[in-house]
């Protein structure tokens, strides 16, 4: 096999992704908060022109950042997207029921997707919290359903799911609404997203927190 010289220094490799981002990719109308999370999207999709559908809602970015601040929850439709949000930015473990032997009970019981059975468990915690969505869009539908229902508003929906049934329509729906429902949040239109963005997204706040811009 013939050598192959490429970069180790992490901090490297990080910078020189994000120089060639912010080359490759219109940021000229995003806020400095809003860049971070574009080129965040942008880096775990290796897309450049996946900028161009992301939604922030007006104070998103900064309703966000003072929930991640105050330690509020950190709700997760799926697994891999708790797993993705960095953990030592964070004082508490982001929550997850989709795993919980009541969801699938219930699940069964009336029909429908664990997805949405589990956000039966986030009533408590919903309230100022960041809600991530990266996989299921039936839990983005349910989520609205509750919220138009009465139920606590969180602080942020970072609402991304991935795929050909229901994705589109769950994140426009999500973007359709925001305004008459009074919530906050970023989405990326159309059928992309998925657990990696999502979580991304959420770690650009996070770095912002802390000062760390690209």
């Known amino acids: 096999m013939e050598q192959q010289h490429y970069e180790h220094n992490p901090q490297a490799i990080e910078h020189e992704s994000f120089r060639q981002i912010r080359e490759l990719t219109d940021l000229s109308k995003l806020s400095k908060?809003?860049?971070?999370?574009?080129m965040r999207i942008v880096h775990s999709l290796g897309l450049p022109d996946v900028a161009e559908f992301v939604r922030f809602s007006a104070n998103a970015t900064?309703?966000?950042r003072e929930a991640l601040a105050n330690q509020n929850a950190i709700l997760c439709d799926v697994e891999m997207v708790k797993q993705g949000v960095?953990?030592?930015?964070?004082?508490?473990?982001?929550?997850?029921?989709?795993?919980?032997?009541?969801?699938?009970?219930?699940?069964?019981?009336?029909g429908e997707t664990r997805s949405m059975a589990a956000?039966?468990?986030?009533?408590?915690?919903?309230?100022?919290?960041?809600?991530?969505?990266?996989?299921?869009p039936t839990a983005l539908f349910r989520l609205l359903e509750m919220i138009e229902q009465g139920a606590p508003k969180p602080a942020l929906i970072i609402g991304m799911p991935v795929g050909f049934v229901g994705a589109a329509e769950s994140k426009d729906a999500l973007w359709?609404?925001?305004?008459?429902?009074?919530?906050?949040?970023?989405?990326?239109?159309?059928?992309?997203?998925?657990?990696?963005?999502?979580?991304?997204?959420?770690?650009?706040?996070?770095?912002?927190n802390v000062g760390e811009y690209y």
Do not use: Y
């Open 33 to 38: 908060d809003q860049q971070q999370v574009a």
């Open 62 to 64: 900064q309703a966000g």
């Open 86 to 110: 960095t953990k030592r930015m964070i004082e508490h473990e982001p929550l997850c029921f989709l795993n919980d032997p009541q969801v699938a009970i219930l699940a069964k019981k009336q």
């Open 119 to 136: 956000l039966s468990l986030w009533t408590n915690s919903l309230e100022g919290s960041i809600v991530l969505i990266g996989n299921a």
């Open 176 to 208: 359709q609404a925001h305004k008459a429902l009074g919530i906050e949040c970023i989405t990326l239109l159309g059928r992309m997203g998925g657990s990696a963005v999502t979580s991304a997204s959420c770690n650009a706040l996070l770095r912002c």
